[in-house]
């Protein structure tokens, strides 16, 4: 038979996902394993927003919609990040896709030449380098150490460009690091690809999500000129927890989203309808319900990272937001955990998951080793059995 696609041949499957399912499997097996692999809110989608959609269904709104979305959710966008993140759009500009990865995956389409350079820091959320070379492009990996609390500095993005260099993608706050760049931080980056004339693609998903009092500076608020350049992502799976809902979007340039939609008009046609309908009521309808589940992620954070410092041989920083840690397991390395001798993460994360019935990501599908991701969008419940299991797994 003849060779299939080299690119589609080369592509990984999701390091989460895979977790995910696992996971899912053990349980539907019987087992009592806790999970803290897959990021999503435990959370139900309010009650609202569901009833929303009943009605769209019942009244017969089940037809197609123009591919880039129905002007209300693009309009219900603009309006939502003009409130939330001071930064201005028209409905032309916005492109509505199946779910934020959907609404990279077409961006990274729309502007990736074969051969080009996509600037992306370390540690990164596994999707982004596997749809950088699905669109013929070539990863650069900046590496973002712990002692520099996972961030990047300017002068690092500054070496790192070259004449091929197209793209730098940020993810803000981060999955998988929680970590969140200051305004000032931020500025020093966005100076690097005006300068360099790079696009930019700035992932906010996260950006409800926020602890200690912190607030948030979308990377296009930092003026017009970075503005011209960013392929703003955001969706409402993390903020109004629908995540099965599968609606994403961006907001650029008005060219860059008129491509965008004729791409989309040969792929997925337009998201679902229902959902869009859905997702006009989560960006306009009261927003009181996401502060109360923040809220709930904060105690989380502040219980899970003050237990996990308190056991010997491991560590992780305090993230500002998102609902992640990264767990430092580097004095682990070259110990016997669970019956197997521990080399790397994944060894890790396997044996904790076959002995110690909790499922963790190793972070090697993230860019870097030593350390496993764990997920706060977990009940309470769960992430005082996962850390009771997880300091007897260490012990
Ligand atoms: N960006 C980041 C950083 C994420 O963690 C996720 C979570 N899956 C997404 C995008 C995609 O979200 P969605 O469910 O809307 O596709
Ligand atoms: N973003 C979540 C995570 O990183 C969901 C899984 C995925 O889409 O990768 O766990």
Not at 176 to 189: C, D, I, N, Q, V
Not at 235 to 240: D, L, T
Not at 284 to 292: K, L, R, T, V, Y
Request: glycine share 6%; proline share 3%; hydrophobic share 40%.
């Amino acid at each position: 038979m003849k060779e299939i696609s080299r690119i589609a041949a080369a592509v990984q499957a999701s390091t989460t996902l895979k977790v995910d399912a696992l996971f899912k499997q053990m349980k539907a097996d019987g087992l009592d394993v806790v999970g803290f692999g897959a990021g999503e809110p435990d959370f139900d989608t309010p009650d609202n927003i569901k009833e929303v959609a009943y009605n769209a269904i019942r009244d017969g709104q089940t037809k197609y919609t123009p591919s880039n979305g129905t002007l209300e959710l693009r309009e219900a966008v603009a309006k939502r990040l003009f409130a939330d993140c001071n930064v201005q759009y028209s409905s032309n500009q916005i492109v509505v896709a199946s779910g934020a990865k959907h609404s990279i995956y077409i961006a990274l389409q729309t502007l990736i030449n074969p051969g080009d350079e996509v600037l992306l820091p370390a540690p990164y959320w596994v999707t982004y380098e596997e749809a950088i070379k699905m669109s013929g492009g070539v990863p650069v990996i900046i590496n973002a150490p712990e002692s520099q609390d996972f961030k990047i500095t300017s002068q690092q993005l500054e070496n790192a460009v070259t004449d091929k260099t197209k793209l730098f993608i940020l993810n803000n706050p981060s999955n998988p690091t929680g970590m969140l760049y200051s305004e000032t931080e931020l500025k020093a980056l966005a100076d690097v690809c005006v300068a360099h004339d790079l696009y930019i693609l700035s992932d906010e998903i996260y950006y409800k999500l926020l602890y200690d009092g912190k607030t948030f500076t979308s990377m296009a608020a930092l003026g017009e000129e970075i503005k011209a350049r960013t392929i703003l992502v955001n969706g409402v799976s993390k903020s109004y927890a629908m995540t099965g809902w599968r609606i994403g979007y961006t907001a650029s340039d008005a060219k860059i989203a008129e491509v965008m939609s004729n791409y989309l008009s040969h792929s997925t046609s337009s998201p679902s309808t229902i959902s869009q309908i859905a997702a006009v009521e989560a960006l306009n309808g009261p927003q009181e319900g996401i502060d109360a589940m923040r809220d709930v992620f904060e105690q989380r954070r502040n219980y899970i990272t003050e237990r996990v410092n308190s056991i010997d041989g491991i560590s992780c920083r305090i993230p500002e937001g998102a609902f992640y840690i990264m767990i430092n397991i580097e004095k682990l390395i070259g110990r016997t955990l669970g019956g197997k001798i521990i080399n790397n993460s994944d060894d890790f994360s396997l044996a904790f998951l076959e002995s110690g019935l909790v499922a963790v990501v190793s972070c090697t599908g993230f860019g870097c080793d030593n350390f496993v991701r764990l997920t706060y969008a977990a009940s309470m419940e769960s992430i005082k059995e996962g850390l009771d299991r997880l300091e007897t797994f260490v012990k």
